[in-house]
């Protein structure tokens, strides 16, 4: 069992940056596809960034130009670096394995207006 856990969220001004991390424990992680999700308030859940197995990255179009997702499987984390960031970007960012039911338990980013 493959478990996931986020951090480096919080409280930022619009503009400014975050980085968050996805720590991965058991499984083989350089075989697995990664994701960052994210959850307003009162919205679904919807996919913000997606990195291959081997490292090709995708983007939702409202973060493109701002957000990077990177992975490094030897410390099996998946990242996302957050620039520019606006009030709509403000949800719990969640990380999953592609085409499993393991997801963190989310981070909580907040950008002031």
């Known amino acids: 069992q493959v478990q996931l856990v986020e951090s480096g969220g919080g409280l930022v001004q619009a503009g400014g940056s975050l980085r968050l991390s996805c720590a991965a424990s058991g499984g083989i992680f350089s075989s697995y596809a990664m994701a960052w999700y994210r959850q307003a308030p009162g919205k679904v859940r919807e996919l913000v960034a997606d990195?291959?197995?081997?490292?090709?990255?995708n983007y939702q179009d409202s973060v493109k130009d701002r957000f990077i997702i990177t992975r490094d499987n030897a410390k099996k984390t998946v990242y996302l670096q957050m620039n520019d960031l606006k009030p709509e970007d403000a949800a719990v960012y969640y990380c999953t394995i592609i085409g499993t039911y393991s997801w963190g338990q989310g981070t909580q980013v907040t950008v002031s207006s």
């Open positions: 990195i291959t197995i081997g490292g090709s990255p």
